[in-house]
């Protein structure tokens, strides 16, 4: 599976050791130093993925994927990085990157999260859809609670409200509302992210529960609808049921 690349990192050595695996792969690599040269190429090139470090000049990585993403470019971004903290982990998948490493990282599991992510890109690019059952809207829409998920209209509401959700985190909670009250591991909700490989990293779905909780929890640190199951994974529930059985 040979692709074009653009490598957008200002280190000089990272960027040539990047180039080399990949290259070794069949890719055809093209590697740039700065944000802006970075939109650029892409928007010249068309690329089948880019890997694009946070730090870098003339903007950063996260200002690079929020505009291709605001300009409507569903090109695959991995996104490569020193911060570890769940802030900048957040941001960056909100803002439309489909993956993340950070650093110091090893270039095969890099190559291996490139296979991934064009394996999964190519998959979604199907010419040959396949059909929907036919089936009543009503059948379509989950509801846990105040809580809806519409799979068909790619939509979710709490009380009403519309919750803009990526497009991770809207199949993690589509998995979760058509079976509320089981218990999904991160390995389950890693099948709905980006299939059975083991390449992408179950923190990947710590990430996505964190930020789904702010955009439908009221209390996000005291989840009441997506609850942590310790030492197993993750559970959605409807806070009301929950508050009737306690009182009970």
């Known amino acids: 599976m040979c ?34 040269t970075a939109l650029d190429t892409v928007r010249h090139q068309e690329p089948d993925l880019v890997v694009l470090d946070v730090m870098m000049p003339r903007a950063d990585g996260l200002d690079v994927v929020r505009i291709l993403r605001a300009e409507r470019r569903e090109v695959p971004v991995l996104m490569l990085t020193a911060r570890s903290t769940e802030d900048d982990l957040l941001l960056g998948l909100d803002l439309g990157a489909d993956d993340y490493m950070t650093k110091p ?5 890099l ?10 890109n190519r998959r979604g690019s199907d010419p040959e859809p396949v059909p929907e059952p036919e089936t009543a809207p009503d059948e379509k829409v ?8 519409d799979p068909a ?23 979760m509302a058509a079976e509320p009250g089981r218990v999904f591991s991160r390995a389950r909700l890693l099948e709905e992210l980006h299939g059975f490989d083991k390449y992408i990293s179950g923190r990947t779905v710590d990430v996505h529960i964190m930020n789904l909780r702010k955009k439908i929890e009221r209390a996000p640190r005291r989840p009441s609808r997506i609850i942590t199951v310790f030492g197993v994974g ?3 529930t409807d806070p009301a049921k929950s508050v009737r059985h306690a009182s009970s």
């Open 111 to 120: 190559t291996a999260r490139v296979r991934t992510l064009l394996r999964r």
């Open 105 to 109: 990282f090893s270039p095969r599991e």
């Open 153 to 175: 209209r790619h939509e979710v509401s709490v009380g009403g409200t519309a919750v803009e959700c990526t497009p991770g985190e809207f199949r993690i909670l589509a998995a």
């Open 142 to 149: 989950l509801a846990v609670g105040a809580l809806k998920v």
């Open 3 to 36: 692709a074009n690349i653009v490598v957008a990192e200002d280190d000089a050595k990272q960027a040539e050791l990047v180039r080399r695996y990949l290259e070794h792969e069949g890719h055809t690599v093209t590697v740039v130093e700065d944000g802006r």
């Open 234 to 236: 993750y559970k959605l």
